[in-house]
RNA sequence: GGCGAGGUAGCUCAGUUGGUUAGAGCACAGGAUUCAUAACCCUGAGGUCACGAGUUCAAAUCUCGUUCUCGCUACCA
């Protein structure tokens, strides 16, 4: 196999709008970090990029919610994630940031360069604009009468009554929901991405270059996309938080990179950084056919990492991924990992209790990383437990790395006066041999299982080799030969021979073992290293296999414990506090969200002002819900009958994910009475439910705090 | 709802192109041992391979149906 000149490792880059926890490292970020310790330990040119995802939507958003700015939010987050990868040791070469100039700089040329090559379409229409509200009005802000059926309310995009497809230039007398003013038509421009047009090249480099060494859930993902036709993406956005379009650009004022756009260029800007840093050229890492292109990234990403960004890759001239190993998610004890309900144990948590504790250390770093490689979702979902975690530091890293080193070294210093022992050619068993020739093909079954980015497998391999050693040692038992006296009272040459070979090979199997680890628990490697009073270029992959890394008549230190056990209180801690964090969101929900209210008053970008006629025209009732129902083939639709007292009302809402129907049958509501019917999956709905929305997106009826009759107004 | 991936021992996971009694680690039981963090070592028990049909001399593996889980997507006035 021709081995490639250099290699870029990108792990996906992380949102800044919050905290990242374990199964987001166990997907994106130690696969990677393994993979690239590895090949560095190998010498191989290699860059492992990521940083912080700082654009989209969804940044405003969560700065509206915590009261802030959205710079005040990713300054926030963005360090904090950057400390939480290096203390479980992701050892990333640059960690950026795409709010970085420079990164907004390579986002434009990118664009730059694909517009220049009309590579993007660019769809010039003139739409409605809101001049009150200084922005462009989406097709459903806009209401006027159906040219069809002269119903006087309809949207942009259909009318309601007829249920005739519109767009907002057929409507007579437009109005913006906005501020209920007439816009006016103002020219502007969005640019695409014509993913159609790459179609057959997907096809060929992915479904038939790559159907075979690619996960098949990713292959199988990608078909399906492809299958389905593939739609020209728009590039741009009108919003004001992003990488704005070049001022070259005409009709470019006002818009931003649509985030998905901006983001992957990120590994692009992050490389330049590093080279900038490290004064070299980031340009082959991206051009030269001879770089091999990794990008480590959760299931949800495929198609960003498989269909877009090659596209985007291709038409900018630059090189594409080799592989893009997608892993599945983790889930947690028993359940999803899930911000919004708090059920998730964050990097940061971590951190706090076991690294940053008292009997903690970088040491705890590599127990989490032993685990979440040991219940790497590979190839399908995998489950993380408090139970496991401690299952698998106290009878595999203790009981069977842990403790094999450190018996060796024990035996060595008791036996064999605390100095490498020789090793005597003339007394060497069949089973010595046996054991030197497993350290060699322990060696060769790890490098090729790495290649195939099969962790969880190689780093078992690692283990096994530790499992030989204690078998070894069981068998050879110096403990015993020693007792062979001689009438000197010391033991035979030929005991001390044999207990020579069996510590010799022991320990240059210690050696082995901390090479073997190193991609896996880098901190664990250096530790031993210490105690064996070699220096960390020991570690390098090329001594692995081999029989002299420790030289005979060096003086060790003497043996420290590498794990220590982990309590059953412990885990009985982090159980109760997973429980105690679902039950405070909810508790904290409430007055969290009034005293954001009272600190900050301008809680939300406030719409424009109206006159009291136009408050007075929204028709406000109290119902009651009397049944509820879900509605086919929709995941998010209740069907509703609501009491209003003069009549009941059938209502399509969507908050099926958020409450069971039988749950709320009997619940008071407040209905929008007079707004106009509209059909959703085919049931006409008429009215509307009134919802508040919590900061951790939860929704919560607006109902009287007493059972009123049914009818009643509100105002 | 459409599409994709998955459902294998108590737990976490392997099972390449269909081929003898379905594997590993942990946990569990019994034994042995004491150099070692009550650690190690040996032995053992434990599975209707989600369910139901079909193809085949032969199915965990191929086909169809059912069901459950996860992801993408549509539905959110």
New binding site residues.
């Given amino acids: 196999m021709k081995q490639p000149k250099r290699y870029l490792i990108t792990s996906a880059l992380p949102y800044a709008n919050g905290l990242k926890h374990i199964g987001h490292l166990a997907g994106a970020y130690l696969p990677a970090d393994i993979y690239v310790r590895y090949l560095k330990a190998q010498k191989r040119d290699v860059v492992f990029v990521c940083g912080s995802d700082e654009h989209g939507t969804a940044i405003p958003i969560q700065a509206t919610k915590e009261g802030t700015t959205a710079r005040a939010i990713i300054d926030k987050y963005h360090p904090i994630m950057k400390q939480n990868f290096k203390d479980l040791g992701i050892d990333f070469d640059i960690y950026h940031r795409t709010s970085d100039p420079l990164h907004h700089e390579t986002a434009k040329e990118f664009f730059t360069k694909l517009n220049d090559n009309g590579d993007l379409e660019i769809k010039e229409t003139e739409q409605y604009f809101d001049e009150q509200a200084n922005s462009f009005l989406a097709d ?1 802000y806009i209401k006027g009468t159906c040219p069809n059926c002269s119903y006087d309310s309809a ?1 942009g ?1 259909q009318c309601e009554r007829c249920g005739k497809s519109l767009s907002p230039d057929e409507l007579i007398n437009p109005v913006s929901t906005l501020s209920g003013n007439k816009p006016i038509k103002k020219s502007t421009k969005h640019w695409y991405l014509p993913l159609n047009r790459h179609e057959d090249f997907l096809r060929d480099w992915i479904l038939k270059e790559h159907a075979n060494d690619w996960r ?2 990713v ?3 990608c ?3 492809i ?2 036709g593939l739609q020209p993406r728009a590039v741009t956005r009108d919003l004001d938080w992003g990488v704005t379009l070049p001022e070259s650009v005409d009709g470019g004022k006002g818009k931003v990179l649509y985030v998905w756009f901006d983001a992957p260029v990120g590994y692009i800007s992050a490389t330049k950084q590093w080279a900038l840093n490290n004064d070299k050229d980031w340009k082959p890492y991206w051009q030269d056919k001879d770089t091999k292109l990794v990008h480590f990234i959760g ?2 990403n ?2 960003f990492h498989c269909i877009i960004f090659p596209i985007m890759l291709k038409l900018h001239g630059d090189i594409l991924p080799d592989n893009v190993p997608a892993n ?4 947690l004890e028993g359940d ?1 990992m899930s911000t919004s309900r708090n059920w998730k144990v964050e990097m940061q948590d971590y951190v706090d209790d076991f690294i940053n504790k008292e009997n903690g250390g970088s040491q705890m770093a590599d127990v989490l990383r032993y685990y979440l490689t ?2 790497a ?7 993380f ?1 408090w ?2 975690f401690q ?2 530091n ?3 890293l ?3 790395f ?6 060796s070294l ?2 060595m210093h ?1 036996l064999c006066k605390g100095k490498v022992p020789p090793l005597h050619a003339e007394a060497l068993t069949d089973l010595d041999r046996t054991v030197v020739a497993d350290i060699q093909a322990a060696k060769e079954k790890v490098e090729a299982l790495l290649e195939q980015y099969k962790f ?2 190689a780093l ?1 391999e690692v ?2 080799l530790a ?1 030989t050693g ?2 070894y ?3 050879k ?4 030969v020693v007792k062979q006296l001689s009438e000197d009272g010391q033991p035979t040459a030929e005991a001390q021979a044999s207990i020579d070979n069996t510590l010799h090979i022991c320990l240059q199997l210690c050696a082995n073992l901390a090479v073997l680890i190193n991609p896996f628990l880098p901190f664990t490697a250096r530790k031993m290293c210490y105690l064996m009073k070699v220096v960390d270029k020991m570690l390098d992959w090329e001594n692995a296999g081999k029989m002299k890394l420790l030289s005979t008549g060096y003086s060790l230190r003497p043996p420290e ?5 982990i309590e059953d209180s412990e885990i009985a801690e982090q159980l109760e506090k997973l429980k105690a964090a679902v039950v405070n969101r909810e508790a904290s929900v409430v007055s969290k969200d009034s005293t954001m209210e009272e600190i900050n008053p301008k809680f939300a970008d406030v719409k424009s002002e109206i006159v009291f006629d136009d408050f007075a025209k929204i028709d406000l009732r109290v119902g009651k819900i009397i049944s509820a129902e879900k ?7 209740l069907k509703l009958s609501v009491d209003l007292g003069f009549e009941t009302r059938t209502i ?4 099926a994910l958020h409450f069971k129907p039988e749950d709320i049958v009997g619940k008071q509501v407040t209905v ?1 009475v007079n ?1 106009a019917p ?1 059909k ?2 085919g049931i006409e ?1 008429n ?3 009134l919802m508040a929305e919590d900061a951790n997106g939860k929704l919560h009826f607006m109902n009287p705090e007493a059972e009123i009759n049914p009818g009643a107004g509100v105002s």
């Fill in positions: 459903r949207y995009d098949s859930t292959v199988g993902q078909k399906s996309w299958d389905g299931k949800d495929i198609v599945e998610f983790m889930n999803k040991l219940i979702p590979e190839t399908k979902d995998s489950e437990t139970q496991g299952d698998a106290n009878s595999e203790v009981s069977i842990g403790n094999f080193v450190n018996r024990v035996l008791k969880r497998d078992f283990i096994n499992r204690n078998q040692m069981q068998k038992e110096p403990w015993i414990l590498l794990f220590r056990k509605v086919e083939k929709a995941d998010k639709l399509v809402s969507g908050i929008v707004l509209r959703m999956r709905s009215g509307m439910i």
